[in-house]
């Protein structure tokens, strides 16, 4: 694919599923209304859509049509705004800007915000549940995959192990094993609902998306510290990032912002690696690597 395909491909993956949370939210006029003005805030106030992104690129690597993956794409993306509401609240990170905009606990109250995450959370399941145009295995699957992913073992316990390790020393290991569950995890699922909608895939081909999801996954978490810092530097001549600001340890902190930005960089490496068996038809999972490549924001 041309650098223009790719730019197409992604636009239109964004508007597929920002259609789609627009008709799977409730409309901000029925009741309770705070309460879906306060979920419809909180979804479509932009973002990368990185999630449905992976969803959409994995589906083209396997020929999976890209109507049945609106509602997985569109799933992924509640549970990860769900985890945005709830990480901003005063009990968590205490934040007060979101994508430029008052969070959530700001822009409504801590109750609504809270309700807001929970209803976002339950209406993903909802929505994989109902997406009727998949068989009722694969939606049983799905829905098994997405609660893995978003549950003690996956985001909310990497989520726990974040707030444990406040005011801690991590090793490199530790800090990993803490970003795997809370970012990687969700990352992951959305490359597995893919898989899933397309039916039984050979071992060796899901285990290389496997592999190129928990690379982008890393890498990821790793770039969010490493532009905190370089952002903070910017702003203040400060090389403390707000984690830091928060006495979390980040990849910065534990190995230096050099070696972290080379961490990024061979994830990223290995995750081309992992998909390099598979045809042109993949572009679009290379294509995100190399937007994240040359990421600054």
Request: aromatic content about 4%; overall charge negative; proline content about 4%.
């Amino acid at each position: 694919m041309s650098e223009s395909e790719l730019d197409s491909f992604r636009a239109r993956c964004v508007a597929r599923v920002q259609a789609t949370l627009d008709q799977l939210l409730p409309a901000p006029q029925i009741e309770p209304t705070r309460l879906h003005e306060a979920m419809r805030y909180s979804v479509m106030n932009g973002g990368k859509r990185i999630r449905p992104l992976l969803c959409y690129a994995a589906g083209e690597a396997l020929g999976v049509a890209p109507a049945l993956l609106d509602r997985p794409a569109a799933a992924v993306e509640l549970i990860h705004a769900y985890s945005l509401i709830h990480d901003d609240l005063p009990a968590m990170d205490d934040d007060e800007l979101r994508r430029g905009r008052p969070t959530c606990h700001k822009a409504f109250d801590e109750a609504t915000a809270i309700l807001a995450g929970d209803a976002l959370q339950t209406l993903a399941f909802q929505t994989l549940a109902e997406a009727t145009d998949l068989s009722a295995a694969a939606r049983v699957s799905m829905v098994a995959a997405l609660a893995q992913a978003s549950g003690s073992r996956g985001m909310a316990g990497g989520q726990a192990l974040d707030l444990a390790a406040e005011g801690k020393h991590l090793d490199r290991v530790m800090l990993e094993h803490i970003h795997i569950h809370k970012t990687g995890a969700l990352i992951r699922s959305a490359v597995r609902l893919a898989i899933l909608a397309e039916g039984p895939l050979d071992v060796e081909h899901a285990e290389r998306l496997d592999r190129y999801a928990k690379c982008v996954g890393l890498a990821f978490q790793i770039q969010d510290d490493v532009l905190d810092v370089i952002a903070e530097t910017a702003v203040t001549g400060k090389t403390r990032g707000r984690d830091q600001e928060l006495d979390k340890s980040t990849y910065p902190s534990v190995v230096g912002l050099s070696e972290a930005k080379e961490m990024a960089n061979n994830l990223l490496t290995d995750a081309l690696t992992a998909v390099s068996v598979f045809p042109s038809r993949a572009d679009p999972l290379r294509w995100v690597v190399e937007s994240l490549l040359r990421r600054t924001a």
